[in-house]
């Protein structure tokens, strides 16, 4: 076995998954209980071979090396834990999105079908569940029918995190498996956990399912919930776009989520092909002046008598005054800074610039779709992707495998380590192709402010 840590594999650099072998000598091995399974023997070569890799750059130069590799997610031919000694646990951390049901029933299903564990456990209302004793059972029969809703049966919370806590209770439960759904801050939390349950030498797999429509999670393709959330803010969209086309001078303001990362508002921008402006943190904007939103705004309803705006609710967050910043808008208890309304600033911004102006009468909707888009059962495609991240993930901790997010790495699902996820945020980069088919598909203009080219000269 490779050792768990960043290996050099001929020219390219394998970033390896911890092992419950690296810390535990003499660990027994059993057969893989998927060789007796009657779904699975029709499967040829089933078993993923312990020397397959995913690459992350796909494209690479013909006499380049490969770059950095990820062990393939799938069943192992040896297992680290007997099937009648495992008890998991599920949690769900963090807000909500579209698929976290999905998954907590794969998982469930996934251990009771393919591997004949029974001992399930779900901790109700996040990290605060393992020390406050919030506890249910789990069997296929309990998650039967859960994908059909929004949300998450085990509820959810943000904070609550405190790491000896946790393990405490992960070890006095006897638990040995441990399934962690969240985002970028949750995954960070998880390979805390990962760390102290190493140090106290416990026989225990950590696998972090990463959570967030935000899309926001480095390494990996997507996450769960992201391709229904881009899917559900097609409708907020799309009524923007009846009420400014039935109105003259009409504008839809539609605001989607994502406070760093613009990816939600990028994509649904591009499958709606109604919108005509698109604003992400990424990329910074002006509204005053030559070349600002506001002036475009003025030449689009000129133009074709209406328009339709989408911003990502990151974005413009720097250019709200501190007389502006009555409204803050955030839909969950966390500690992060609150981030102010941009869309009920933008608009009322819009409003005002038109009523001093005088030049013509606007009518502005404001559609603000964030518990809509969140709160909705997943679609056919985020089913189907969950399916495959829960069993991956069940795989992987089986295998003995531990201290890693499961993912698809160019359409591949992988074993991450935990570093990796927690090194810094994905964000859409505005000198990629995609933000250039966004540029073309809306034909807005760039929005950077004179000023900051001037003064980035003047530093060069």
Known sequence: MLDSATSYVSDSLLEDVPHLSDYIPDLPTYPDPLQDNPSYAVVKQYYVNQDDTVAQQIVVHKNSSRGTLFRRAGPAQKVYFDSKEVYACIVTCGGLCPGLNTVIRELVCGLYHMY??????????GYRGFYSRNTIPLTPKIVNDI???????????????????????IQDRGINQVY??????????AAMIFEE??????KVAVVGIPKTIDNDIPVIDKSIGFDTAVEEAQRAINSAHVEAES??????VVKLMGRCSGFIAMYATLASRDVDCCLIPESPFYLEGPGGVLEFIEKRLREQGHMVIVIAEGAGQELILPSDKSNKNRPDAASDDLFHDVGLWLSLKIKDHFARSKKMAINLK??????????IPSNASDNVFCTLLAQSAVHGAMAGYTGFTVGPVNGRNCYIPFHLINEGQKRVVITDRMWARLL???????????????EEAKAE
């Open 147 to 169: 994908h059909k809703r929004g949300g998450t049966i085990l509820k959810t919370s943000y904070g609550g995190h405190d790491t000896s806590k946790i393990v405490d209770s």
């Open 247 to 252: 109105a003259e001078n009409g504008i839809g």
């Open 197 to 202: 349950i190493r140090r106290r030498g416990l």
């Open 180 to 189: 962690i759904l969240g985002g970028f801050g949750t995954q960070n939390e």
């Open 366 to 375: 404001y559609i603000d779709p964030t518990y809509m888009i969140r709160a």
């Open 116 to 125: 004949g564990v029974h001992k399930v456990l779900g901790i109700e209302g």
């Open 440 to 454: 073309s598909s809306t034909h807005q203009p760039s929005f950077v402010n004179p000023l900051h080219i001037t």
